[in-house]
């Protein structure tokens, strides 16, 4: 822990997995650097990119001490890449940030002081949308005040960018390989371990969407997901997992409706 005048400031590791990010993966490793909480490490888990992605982060790693880089051994996908970063973390606090996202530069800030002055387990923020170019959108996703193990079963309504819980009250969390809404089953792993995570009412990063929506053959495949993640990894019977994965269905559509545009946009 670091600290300054008697204001402890513990370190947080931020969760970064990797795969052919060449593009976006030094955009996203400045907006943790340009940071105004300073204690952090960066963790970087490739899963075997065949671009120039982990030359990049590299480059940043010789140059600042407090970003580390893992490559799998095999491919594993994002769960088993943040299982790793997890495992080698050494933070009171973990965070998420994926390879093509960015925060705003006092997100780490704002949410430490947030967690430690409400001495909370699990937290999340607002966030804003981005296109493929790192331009504004001007929409902002709203998540809701509270959540609990049973609404995250329903239907996730937060950002992957925007969790951070607290790993010394949570402890060790490891998920099985799920190729596909990974995070949904992290944040349902930590909500089984504490009553319920909560909003930090502010937009504090960008979340990149690509160009071109989900095909009708690409959501399918997503609901398939969605079923494996409740009848597979958290081996619910065929009718409940048939039941969560309709309620996804209907909560995606609210969560459409969360999208608010932004009226000013802060640097």
Not at 33 to 58: F, G, P
Not at 75 to 88: D, P, V
Not at 112 to 119: G, L, P, R, S, T
Request: aromatic share 10%.
């Amino acid at each position: 822990m670091c600290e300054n005048s008697g204001i402890v400031y513990p370190l947080v590791s931020i969760i970064t997995p990797c795969f052919n990010s060449e593009k976006y993966i030094g955009e996203t490793i400045n907006s943790v650097l340009k940071q105004t909480y300073k204690n952090w490490e960066l963790l970087i888990v490739d899963d075997i990119s065949s671009d120039n992605s982990v030359k990049i982060a590299r480059e940043y790693a010789d140059r600042d001490n407090r970003i580390k880089i893992y490559v799998l051994n095999e491919k594993g996908g994002a769960s088993i890449a943040r299982n790793k970063a997890i495992k080698e973390s050494k933070g009171k606090y973990i965070a998420f940030l994926d390879s093509d996202d960015m925060w705003k530069s006092d997100k780490l800030q704002k949410q430490v002081e947030f967690m430690a002055k409400n001495d909370l387990s699990f937290s999340y923020h607002n966030y804003e949308l981005i296109d493929s170019n790192s331009n504004r959108i001007k929409k902002l996703k709203r998540s809701p005040g509270r959540i609990s193990y049973l609404s995250q079963l329903c239907g996730c309504s937060i950002g992957c960018l925007s969790v951070m819980y607290d790993q010394g009250k949570i402890g060790n969390v490891e998920i099985k390989r799920i190729d596909k809404r990974n995070d949904d089953a992290l944040w349902l792993c930590i909500l089984k371990k504490c009553k319920y995570g909560y909003l930090l009412n502010d937009n504090l990063a960008y979340y990149r969407i690509g160009n071109t929506s989900l095909s009708s053959g690409n959501k399918a495949k997503l609901l398939k997901y969605h079923y494996r993640l409740y009848r597979d990894n958290l081996n619910k019977s065929v009718p409940v997992s048939l039941f969560f994965t309709c309620t996804n269905i209907i909560v995606y559509f609210i969560n459409k409706l969360r999208f608010t545009n932004v009226k000013e946009i802060q640097q």
